[in-house]
């Protein structure tokens, strides 16, 4: 089976799931860490990063870090994942922010903290995601709590990644692809 089908069969198998039993993950009782496991990790794994680190045991050499330090000013902060592209494993390409599925994750806190991850971090995008949700944030511009929702570049439903053609999903990943590689904070509009 070509790696494109494979993908998008674990995650077809992922939504399904995620629709038969919608009460319990968005009950108050399942956790972050529930989400995580049972979902987030399984989905970036689907499209080929390697979360685990099944196939890249050096720690220096990873493209997947969780729960990675953020400095963020004077403290410092913790990004549930950090997406690195071989052979640069120091220049975060993006970052992940997970939150359980009860809450609602389209709040400026949230926001905020995503795009004080990206900013500090010189990171144009990062995403925020509870599975069911996937958030695409511009963390180019400072972080600011009053302007924090305006920095939405996409947002997806869990069943939108389901039934997307080949063709569609390339469109996406172009446009993303070139969105990563534009890293300058000083652009108005990412050119497209």
């Known amino acids: 089976m070509p790696e494109f089908d494979l993908a998008f069969e674990k995650i077809g198998v992922l939504v399904e799931s995620f629709q038969k039993n919608t009460p319990h993950y968005k009950s108050p009782a ?44 004077s403290s410092q902060r913790r990004a549930d994942y ?17 939150k359980k599925p009860f809450v609602e994750i389209e709040t400026r806190e949230n926001y905020f903290q995503l795009i004080r991850y990206g900013w500090n971090s010189e990171t144009p995008l990062a995403v925020l995601t509870d599975f069911e949700q996937f958030h695409v944030l511009d963390c180019r511009y400072r972080p600011d709590l009053d302007t924090a929702l ?37 652009q108005q509009i990412f050119e497209q």
């Open 82 to 98: 950090s997406f690195y592209l071989a052979p640069n494993f120091h220049d975060v390409l993006f970052f992940v922010e997970a």
């Open 150 to 186: 305006k920095r939405s570049l996409s947002k997806y439903f869990y069943t939108d990644l389901y039934g997307l053609t080949e063709e569609e999903v390339r469109v996406v990943e172009g446009g993303l692809r070139g969105m990563f590689l534009k890293k300058s904070k000083n």
């Open 30 to 73: 399942y956790t972050e860490a529930q989400a995580r496991k049972d979902f987030i990790d399984k989905f970036w794994i689907a499209l080929g990063w390697d979360v685990n680190h099944d196939r890249e045991t050096n720690p220096y050499e990873q493209e997947v870090k969780v729960e990675r330090g953020v400095a963020t000013g």
